[in-house]
Protein backbone atom coordinates (compact mmCIF):
# COMPACT_ATOMS: atom_id res chain seq x y z
CA UNK A 1 0.00 0.00 0.00
CA UNK A 2 2.96 2.35 1.01
CA UNK A 3 4.46 1.49 -2.66
CA UNK A 4 1.19 2.23 -4.51
CA UNK A 5 0.99 6.01 -2.57
CA UNK A 6 4.40 6.91 -3.07
CA UNK A 7 4.19 6.19 -6.89
CA UNK A 8 1.76 8.88 -7.96
CA UNK A 9 3.44 11.20 -5.58
CA UNK A 10 6.76 10.22 -7.32
CA UNK A 11 5.58 11.41 -10.66
CA UNK A 12 3.79 14.45 -9.66
CA UNK A 13 6.81 15.63 -8.04
CA UNK A 14 8.91 14.75 -11.56
CA UNK A 15 6.47 16.79 -13.28
CA UNK A 16 7.02 19.94 -10.88
CA UNK A 17 10.93 19.38 -11.19
CA UNK A 18 10.91 19.47 -15.29
CA UNK A 19 8.36 22.54 -15.15
CA UNK A 20 9.92 25.71 -16.86
CA UNK A 21 11.32 28.61 -14.66
CA UNK A 22 9.16 31.10 -14.51
CA UNK A 23 8.73 34.87 -12.94
CA UNK A 24 7.20 34.80 -9.25
CA UNK A 25 5.01 37.42 -7.79
CA UNK A 26 2.10 39.45 -8.97
CA UNK A 27 1.72 42.47 -10.50
CA UNK A 28 0.94 45.42 -7.68
CA UNK A 29 -1.10 48.21 -8.26
CA UNK A 30 0.92 51.82 -8.42
CA UNK A 31 -1.43 53.73 -9.29
CA UNK A 32 -0.91 56.01 -6.29
CA UNK A 33 3.04 56.22 -6.80
CA UNK A 34 5.04 59.15 -7.12
CA UNK A 35 8.61 58.03 -5.86
CA UNK A 36 9.78 54.58 -6.32
CA UNK A 37 13.02 53.28 -4.27
CA UNK A 38 15.05 50.22 -5.10
CA UNK A 39 17.96 48.94 -2.83
CA UNK A 40 20.16 46.03 -1.74
CA UNK A 41 22.02 43.65 -4.05
CA UNK A 42 22.40 42.88 -7.71
CA UNK A 43 18.93 43.02 -10.19
CA UNK A 44 17.84 43.66 -13.92
CA UNK A 45 15.34 46.81 -13.40
CA UNK A 46 13.15 47.91 -16.28
CA UNK A 47 10.89 51.21 -15.46
CA UNK A 48 8.62 52.71 -18.05
CA UNK A 49 7.08 55.88 -17.19
CA UNK A 50 3.89 56.18 -20.08
CA UNK A 51 0.58 57.48 -19.26
CA UNK A 52 -0.67 54.82 -21.92
CA UNK A 53 -0.75 51.27 -20.00
CA UNK A 54 -1.79 50.50 -16.47
CA UNK A 55 0.19 51.18 -13.43
CA UNK A 56 1.77 47.93 -12.34
CA UNK A 57 5.15 46.49 -10.90
CA UNK A 58 5.93 43.25 -10.36
CA UNK A 59 9.21 41.59 -9.77
CA UNK A 60 10.59 37.82 -10.18
CA UNK A 61 13.41 36.28 -10.48
CA UNK A 62 15.32 33.94 -13.47
CA UNK A 63 17.99 31.66 -13.67
CA UNK A 64 21.09 32.16 -15.83
CA UNK A 65 24.56 31.33 -16.23
CA UNK A 66 26.38 27.81 -17.22
CA UNK A 67 24.34 25.60 -15.05
CA UNK A 68 21.06 27.22 -15.52
CA UNK A 69 19.23 24.82 -17.67
CA UNK A 70 20.51 21.80 -15.83
CA UNK A 71 19.36 23.07 -12.57
CA UNK A 72 16.27 24.54 -13.41
CA UNK A 73 15.43 20.70 -14.29
CA UNK A 74 16.19 19.33 -11.33
CA UNK A 75 15.15 22.03 -8.65
CA UNK A 76 12.05 23.53 -9.48
CA UNK A 77 11.94 26.17 -7.12
CA UNK A 78 15.51 27.02 -6.60
CA UNK A 79 15.43 30.62 -8.11
CA UNK A 80 13.15 32.43 -5.77
CA UNK A 81 11.85 35.86 -6.19
CA UNK A 82 12.74 37.33 -2.62
CA UNK A 83 12.28 40.72 -3.00
CA UNK A 84 10.61 42.50 -0.59
CA UNK A 85 7.99 44.91 -2.04
CA UNK A 86 5.75 47.48 0.22
CA UNK A 87 3.90 50.62 -0.54
CA UNK A 88 3.93 53.26 2.34
CA UNK A 89 1.75 56.37 0.84
CA UNK A 90 2.81 56.90 -2.79
CA UNK A 91 6.31 55.70 -2.13
CA UNK A 92 6.78 52.20 -3.86
CA UNK A 93 9.95 50.63 -2.02
CA UNK A 94 11.69 47.71 -3.26
CA UNK A 95 14.61 45.76 -1.23
CA UNK A 96 16.29 42.85 -3.39
CA UNK A 97 17.91 40.47 -1.03
CA UNK A 98 20.67 38.16 -1.76
CA UNK A 99 20.03 34.68 -3.45
CA UNK A 100 20.87 32.04 -1.13
CA UNK A 101 24.78 30.30 -1.03
CA UNK A 102 23.58 26.88 -2.37
CA UNK A 103 22.89 28.39 -5.86
CA UNK A 104 25.06 26.68 -8.43
CA UNK A 105 24.15 29.07 -10.98
CA UNK A 106 23.74 32.55 -10.97
CA UNK A 107 20.35 33.25 -9.86
CA UNK A 108 18.99 36.61 -11.26
CA UNK A 109 16.25 39.38 -9.48
CA UNK A 110 13.83 41.07 -11.75
CA UNK A 111 12.23 44.43 -11.18
CA UNK A 112 9.75 45.83 -13.50
CA UNK A 113 7.12 48.57 -13.51
CA UNK A 114 5.11 51.24 -15.54
CA UNK A 115 4.62 54.23 -13.52
CA UNK A 116 3.23 57.56 -13.49
CA UNK A 117 5.24 60.27 -15.72
CA UNK A 118 7.06 62.86 -14.08
CA UNK A 119 7.74 60.73 -10.35
CA UNK A 120 10.95 60.27 -8.65
CA UNK A 121 13.63 57.16 -8.89
CA UNK A 122 15.87 56.44 -6.85
CA UNK A 123 18.02 53.23 -7.11
CA UNK A 124 21.42 52.31 -4.14
CA UNK A 125 22.13 48.87 -5.24
CA UNK A 126 25.59 47.02 -5.09
CA UNK A 127 25.39 46.21 -9.07
CA UNK A 128 22.45 46.41 -11.37
CA UNK A 129 21.74 46.78 -15.31
CA UNK A 130 19.00 49.72 -15.70
CA UNK A 131 16.47 50.27 -17.96
CA UNK A 132 14.47 53.42 -18.02
CA UNK A 133 12.26 54.91 -20.75
CA UNK A 134 9.98 57.66 -20.60
CA UNK A 135 9.07 61.17 -18.45
CA UNK A 136 10.39 61.37 -14.81
CA UNK A 137 11.12 64.05 -12.59
CA UNK A 138 14.73 63.25 -10.97
CA UNK A 139 16.59 59.96 -11.26
CA UNK A 140 19.08 59.00 -9.01
CA UNK A 141 21.11 55.91 -9.22
CA UNK A 142 23.83 54.36 -6.55
CA UNK A 143 25.72 51.50 -7.36
CA UNK A 144 29.23 49.71 -7.65
CA UNK A 145 29.02 48.61 -10.89
CA UNK A 146 26.07 49.61 -13.11
CA UNK A 147 25.35 49.54 -16.65
CA UNK A 148 22.33 52.39 -17.17
CA UNK A 149 20.31 52.80 -20.53
CA UNK A 150 17.89 56.12 -19.92
CA UNK A 151 15.51 57.23 -22.74
CA UNK A 152 13.45 60.01 -22.35
CA UNK A 153 13.53 63.07 -20.11
CA UNK A 154 14.50 63.79 -16.62
CA UNK A 155 15.24 67.27 -14.88
CA UNK A 156 17.85 65.98 -12.52
CA UNK A 157 19.41 62.74 -13.42
CA UNK A 158 22.47 61.89 -11.15
CA UNK A 159 24.88 58.81 -11.55
CA UNK A 160 27.43 57.71 -9.05
CA UNK A 161 29.43 54.30 -8.82
CA UNK A 162 33.04 52.61 -9.39
CA UNK A 163 32.28 51.21 -12.94
CA UNK A 164 29.32 52.42 -14.67
CA UNK A 165 28.67 52.64 -18.90
CA UNK A 166 25.77 54.98 -19.40
CA UNK A 167 23.53 55.73 -22.71
CA UNK A 168 21.47 58.41 -22.13
CA UNK A 169 19.36 60.05 -24.31
CA UNK A 170 16.87 62.63 -23.77
CA UNK A 171 13.89 62.98 -26.36
CA UNK A 172 13.01 66.24 -25.25
CA UNK A 173 14.79 69.35 -24.17
CA UNK A 174 13.10 72.23 -21.46
CA UNK A 175 16.17 73.69 -20.79
CA UNK A 176 16.06 72.40 -16.95
CA UNK A 177 18.08 69.53 -17.56
CA UNK A 178 21.22 68.54 -15.33
CA UNK A 179 23.08 65.83 -15.91
CA UNK A 180 25.78 64.87 -13.25
CA UNK A 181 28.10 61.64 -13.56
CA UNK A 182 30.78 60.51 -11.34
CA UNK A 183 32.48 57.38 -11.17
CA UNK A 184 36.19 55.81 -11.17
CA UNK A 185 35.99 54.30 -14.00
CA UNK A 186 33.13 56.00 -16.88
CA UNK A 187 31.72 55.25 -20.39
CA UNK A 188 29.44 56.97 -21.28
CA UNK A 189 27.39 58.01 -24.41
CA UNK A 190 24.67 61.38 -23.62
CA UNK A 191 22.40 62.55 -26.49
CA UNK A 192 20.24 65.34 -26.70
CA UNK A 193 19.43 66.50 -29.90
CA UNK A 194 21.32 68.04 -32.83
CA UNK A 195 22.27 72.05 -32.55
CA UNK A 196 20.97 71.62 -28.40
CA UNK A 197 23.63 74.26 -26.57
CA UNK A 198 25.32 72.74 -24.15
CA UNK A 199 27.11 73.34 -20.64
CA UNK A 200 29.72 70.68 -19.96
CA UNK A 201 32.83 70.08 -18.26
CA UNK A 202 34.85 66.67 -17.70
CA UNK A 203 37.18 66.41 -15.17
CA UNK A 204 39.29 63.51 -14.95
CA UNK A 205 42.60 61.68 -14.68
CA UNK A 206 42.45 60.34 -17.90
CA UNK A 207 39.82 60.89 -20.75
CA UNK A 208 39.17 61.05 -24.04
CA UNK A 209 35.76 63.37 -24.42
CA UNK A 210 34.20 63.38 -28.27
CA UNK A 211 31.84 66.11 -28.60
CA UNK A 212 30.81 68.16 -32.19
CA UNK A 213 30.40 71.23 -30.34
CA UNK A 214 31.98 73.19 -27.35
CA UNK A 215 30.88 73.96 -23.80
CA UNK A 216 28.48 77.07 -24.04
CA UNK A 217 28.56 78.04 -20.29
CA UNK A 218 25.06 78.84 -18.31
CA UNK A 219 23.01 76.94 -21.13
CA UNK A 220 21.08 74.00 -20.35
CA UNK A 221 21.19 71.23 -20.36
CA UNK A 222 24.01 71.31 -17.86
CA UNK A 223 26.47 68.19 -18.15
CA UNK A 224 28.94 67.37 -15.16
CA UNK A 225 31.14 64.04 -15.29
CA UNK A 226 33.70 63.35 -12.47
CA UNK A 227 35.92 60.03 -12.58
CA UNK A 228 39.44 58.74 -12.98
CA UNK A 229 39.13 57.20 -16.07
CA UNK A 230 36.38 58.60 -18.61
CA UNK A 231 35.67 57.71 -21.96
CA UNK A 232 32.38 59.82 -23.26
CA UNK A 233 30.97 61.37 -26.14
CA UNK A 234 28.08 63.98 -26.64
CA UNK A 235 26.00 64.90 -29.10
Known sequence: ?????????????????????????????????????ISGEASDIRLTASDTEPYRAKTGARRIGWFSS?????????????????????????????????????????????????????????????????????????????????????????????????????DTIRQDETVSITAQSLQADLSFGSGVPLDYSVIAKASYVDSLEPSVPGARPRVSIKGDYVHTRIR
Request: glycine share 6%; with cysteine; aromatic share 8%.
Open 70 to 170: WYSNWFFNGCRDRSVTRIDGTVLTIEVTQTAWTDLSDCKPEISANVAPGITVRIDQQALKAQLNGDFANVAISSKAADITFDGHAAGLDILGTAVRARLRY
Open 1 to 37: MTLILFIPAFILMLGSAFAEPRMTGEALDISAVRSVV
